[in-house]
Nanobody, 117 residues
Framework: QVQLVESGGGLVQAGGSLRLSCAAS????????MGWYRQTPGKQRELVAT???????NYADSVKDRFTISRDNAKNTVYLQMNSLKPEDTAVYYC???????????WGQGTQVTVSS
């Protein structure tokens, strides 16, 4: 099993920045890609950004050029640097890790990000 623990959420004004962290523990050798998703009430969870074990990244169009995902394999931690935040970025952000051998997703408990206008 893999455990994911997020930190770094909070309240910020529009235009501000936050950095989310997600630390993985447990059977970390089963992890391949990691990433961040977000969800608002009444909507489906949506992809924000992903990063493979080799460092290849992918971003949702809505966050390109504002958010940066990075990964420290030595610390088993993935980060999401969020700049130029907008009120529409307000959501619960979830860390995700994908099992490298079977189609299975691990999820963190989520961290709230609130951007005030």
């Amino acid at each position: 099993q893999v455990q994911l623990v997020e930190s770094g959420g909070g309240l910020v004004q529009a235009g501000g920045s936050l950095r989310l962290s997600c630390a993985a523990s447990g059977n970390i050798f089963s992890i391949n890609a990691m990433g961040w998703y977000r969800q608002t009430p009444g909507k489906q969870r949506e992809l924000v950004a992903t990063i493979t074990s080799g460092g290849s990244t992918n971003y949702a169009d809505s966050v390109k050029d504002r958010f940066t995902i990075s990964r420290d394999n030595a610390k088993n931690t993935v980060y999401l640097q969020m700049n130029s935040l907008k009120p529409e970025d307000t959501a619960v952000y979830y860390c995700n890790a994908k099992n490298r051998w079977v189609r299975y997703d691990y999820w963190g408990q989520g961290t709230q990000v609130t951007v005030s206008s």
